[in-house]
Antibody
């Protein structure tokens, strides 16, 4: 069974940092691109970032560009999101999602993890 | 930046057909996909590449796309189909774009 389990969320002050992790199992992690998608409380879905199978190609939403960094470790079957200079508007449930090919763009998300909650508040 | 729009809500009687639209400039030139999200759960892919259904998704879910609109159709709607549905497209300038979501209520 394909599983994605996120961790690392929590409460942080504006301007602070957090590192999210996503542990994958049930598939060959290194064969697939991966992504982070967030959902603010009671709101819709917003794509955050994507990374190719080998980490050589990466993309970010304009809203996080320059503040967030996506990375992966295929040996550890793990995806990461380093979030710096956090803002109140970054408060959301952050989902890890597998993309259905080796490239991070022009793709679709399946499956999704349950998410880890990030709250940015003073 | 590229945007796609959905109606906020759709109501349907059990056993009837629900249609959810997703509109965007030249959306028909891009691939659209659809996700179902039930309360407290993560999104689930129900349609990809406009019309394709992942394994395990019931046949009552179907998709189509033409011009500026993609459509998700639920035939013979069941109470278990009550959920939020999001369309998603890819734009080379904006990245992945999600619609604002449509709440399907089965009355």
């Amino acid at each position: 069974e394909v599983q994605l389990v996120e961790s690392g969320g929590g409460v942080v002050r504006p301007g602070g940092s957090l590192r999210l992790s996503c542990a994958a199992s049930g598939f060959i992690f290194g064969d697939f691109a991966m992504s982070w998608v967030r959902q603010a409380p009671g709101k819709g879905l917003e794509w955050v970032s994507g990374i190719s199978w080998n980490g050589d190609s990466i993309g970010y939403a304009d809203s996080v560009k320059g503040r967030f960094t996506i990375s992966r470790d295929n040996a550890k079957k793990s995806l990461y999101l380093q979030m710096n200079s956090l803002r109140v508007e970054d408060t959301a449930l952050y989902h890890c999602a597998r993309l259905l090919s080796s490239s991070w763009f022009e793709n679709w998300f399946d499956p999704w993890g349950q998410g880890t909650l990030v709250t940015v508040s003073s | 930046s590229y945007e796609v729009t959905q109606p906020p809500s759709v109501s349907v009687s059990p056993g009837q057909t629900a249609s959810i639209t997703c509109s965007g400039d030249k959306l028909g030139d891009k691939y659209a996909c659809w996700y179902q999200q039930k309360p407290g759960q993560s999104p689930v892919l129900v349609i990809y590449q406009d019309t394709k259904r992942p394994s395990g998704i019931p046949e009552r879910f179907s998709g189509s796309s033409s011009g500026n609109t993609a459509t998700l159709t639920i035939s013979g709607t069941q109470a278990m189909d009550e959920a939020d549905y999001y369309c998603q497209a890819w734009d080379s300038s904006t990245g992945y774009v999600f619609g604002t979501g449509t709440k399907v209520t089965v009355l």
